[in-house]
């Protein structure tokens, strides 16, 4: 009996232990109940670049971080479009026209970065062409430039989690699982989540964002 109950003691405070920590540190696990964590690796995205430039010049991968970084004054993705220069993931191993999906990453910003999208959530209804832009202005994060989401996130990682609900038209973010921003969708037919650095209007000379720890999420029916 006595070693019983001891054993049943330890696992209690083990469990205790466990449940202090998802608690408090591992947010993340209550946003993803009721989701499907999908694959994800290198088959599920390619890189959007300056069309000129081999891509180890715009990108690297090492120790488990994708470090992407662009100038102004850089080329677009391809030969003769309109768009501002961007090095990107574009993760077009999962494109969607329904359901409920969750992108998840820890996202870093070196000072200096901004006039920059560093995530999206692409299509929508015209004359839009993303439904969703997290976009970095003078070290805040802002939903297009309309309206800031969270202050001082230069120089240190954060958790980022974006739920894009389809056919309820609308999109949350997370900011180290909390909730920061929950607003309309802007319709659209087919999506995809992006990330890295993409020059919006009054963009630093360099942008640079990294990322870690992808993850895509699609709510179970
Ligand atoms: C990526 O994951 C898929 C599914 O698990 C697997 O089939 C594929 O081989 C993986 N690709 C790489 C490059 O690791």
Request: proline share 4%; net charge positive.
């Amino acid at each position: 009996m006595y070693h019983l109950k001891h054993i049943t003691s330890i696992c209690g405070f083990i469990f205790l232990f466990m449940h202090v920590i998802v608690t408090h540190g591992e947010l993340t696990n209550d946003l993803a109940l009721g989701f499907t964590r999908l694959p994800f690796n290198s088959s599920y995205y390619i890189n959007h670049k300056p069309y000129n430039l081999p891509l180890e010049e715009r990108y690297s991968f090492i120790n488990e971080v994708h470090k992407l970084w662009v100038f102004s004054t850089d080329e677009p993705l391809s030969r003769g479009s309109p768009t501002l220069p961007r090095s990107e993931l574009f993760i077009n191993g999962y494109k969607y026209s329904t359901g409920v999906w969750q992108f998840e990453a820890h996202v870093f910003v070196p000072h200096g970065t901004t006039g920059v999208s560093v995530m999206q959530v692409f299509g929508s209804d015209p004359p839009h062409a993303t439904t969703f832009m997290l976009r970095v202005y003078d070290g805040n994060l802002y939903y297009y430039r309309k309206s800031i989401i969270f202050h001082n996130i230069y120089n240190k990682w954060f958790r980022l989690n974006v739920i894009h609900h389809v056919e309820g038209n609308n999109v949350k973010v997370y900011i180290n699982g909390v909730l920061r921003f929950k607003g309309n969708g802007r319709g659209g037919t087919t999506h995809y989540f992006k990330c890295g650095v993409y020059a919006q209007d009054r963009a630093s000379f360099y942008m640079e964002s990294r990322l870690k720890n992808i993850k895509i999420f699609k709510k179970c029916n």
